[in-house]
Each structure stands twice: as structure tokens, then as C-alpha cells.
């Protein structure tokens, strides 16, 4: 039964991304809300869960982004990477920029726990999107003003950025700054979430993104994209 549902789902993503995939996110409000609290006191705690987080020389490049493996309990995984069985897909995409541009990596936390099953996070995500939610994430560790290049990565849910993500947008201003931003999917490419981010960034330089597909983004291959495309960045 939870075979055929996950499989049921696969399916339904597959289709989104042959029929809808391209055509851009549903759901793009950037209304402003105040997500103060998830920004707040900078608390050993969250420097903890943001321990992937590294200091440069130069301290003006971030890589950060969301991955459905980013649970608050760190041993608990999404079924978006049950579905990969490795690491969160975002996550090693995000790790292999980070190899080749440096400066600091920092994950989005969700203040909550997603549902560990594909189908319990699948519903959670629809009702975020259709309820044009802002969910919150655990302070960063990191404050978005230092940095002058930022690489944000994240996951397709539902035909466009997880909700997650629309509140990362609506916290911080990146007028005057570069986003360069990347991201996994299941065959919706980046399904217009990069037209997203220019309208909610107006005043921010965003560089053409690096979509890859989940299920071969732990491709040994996939390290060389990465640097072909960053070096048609530069
Ligand atoms: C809630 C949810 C919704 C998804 N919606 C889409 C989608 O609309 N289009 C798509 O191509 N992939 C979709 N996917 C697949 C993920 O984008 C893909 O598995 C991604 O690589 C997961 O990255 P992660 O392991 O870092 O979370 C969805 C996955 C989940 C969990």
C-alpha cells in the first residue's frame, strides 16, 4: 500500500514535470510577514544545528539552501531522501559548490519536523503552498548582510520552492547583491522558480541557476556539471 502511494506520487511528479514543469511556479506572492523570530537571537543552539557552517578568508560567499533532509531531529530524513536513500539531494548538491567556491555553508532548519513518510510531507508541503504559508526556520548562524554572493539551493515541492523558502525571501533584502541560485527536482527542471526569486529580489543580480535531477545528482558526473557551470558564471 505505501509502496504503491509513493510509487503513485513518483508518478504524478513525473507527469508534472513532462506537463507543467516549465511553466513557471502557481504560487508566487511574496507578501511581507514578520518572520522576525526566526532571525533572532544568534543562540549556541542553532550554531549547532548549523554546524556545517565554515568561516573564509573572505567571508562574502554563502552557499545555503533547504533540503527536505533538514530536519530539526538529526537523525530523521524526509521521504524525499528515503527516496534517494542517501543524503538529501540539495544537501550534496549544495556541498559540491561548496568545494569549488568556498566561503561559508549554512542549511536551512524548519522550526518543525516534516513527516518522515513521502506522502505525509507531500500533503504538508500542498497545504503550505495552497495556504500561501510562511513556515519558520531556526535562526542561521550567519547574518545574509555580510555577504555579497549568495548560492541559494533547494528542492521542487509541488511546482515551485518550498514555502520555506518564500519566508527565507520575504526576512532578508538582497538589493545589490548576487544570487546564484540552484536546485533538485524529479523532472520539473526549475519550473520557473528562478523567474521567482528575480520578482521577489527586484534590486539583486540573479545568474542563470544549475537545476539537476534528484535521482542522479550522487552521479560522480555531476561534480564536473557543477564546475562547467560555474565557470560559465564567471
Ligand atoms: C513534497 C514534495 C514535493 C515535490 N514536488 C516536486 C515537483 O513538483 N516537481 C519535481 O520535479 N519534483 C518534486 N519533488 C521531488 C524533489 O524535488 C526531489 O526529490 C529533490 O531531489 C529532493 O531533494 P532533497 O532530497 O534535498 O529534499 C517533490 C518532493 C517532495 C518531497
Known sequence: ???????????????????????????????????????????????????????????????????????????????????????????????????NVGGDIVKIVPSKDYALEYDKVADEAKAERDNNERPKFEDLGVNIADYDTVYVGYPMWWYTLPMIMYTFFDTYDFSGKTIIPFNTHLGSGDGGTYQTIKEFEPNATVKDGLAVSGSSVFDDSTAKTVKDWLNGLR
Do not use: W
Not at 530524513?77 to 543524503?87: N, P
Open 1 to 99: 500500500m505505501k509502496f504503491q502511494k509513493m510509487t503513485a506520487l513518483l508518478l504524478a511528479i513525473a507527469m508534472f514535470g513532462t506537463v507543467v514543469g516549465c511553466s513557471g511556479s502557481e504560487n508566487n506572492n511574496n507578501t511581507s510577514q514578520n518572520t522576525e523570530s526566526t532571525v533572532s537571537n544568534e543562540t549556541e543552539q542553532s550554531e549547532t544545528k548549523n554546524s556545517s557552517a565554515t568561516k573564509t578568508d573572505s567571508g562574502k560567499t554563502l552557499v545555503i539552501y533547504f533540503s527536505g533532509a533538514n530536519t530539526k531531529s538529526s537523525d530523521a530524513v524526509t521521504g524525499a531522501t528515503q527516496v534517494q536513500g542517501k543524503d538529501g539531494a540539495v544537501q550534496h548538491l549544495a556541498e559540491l559548490i561548496h568545494n
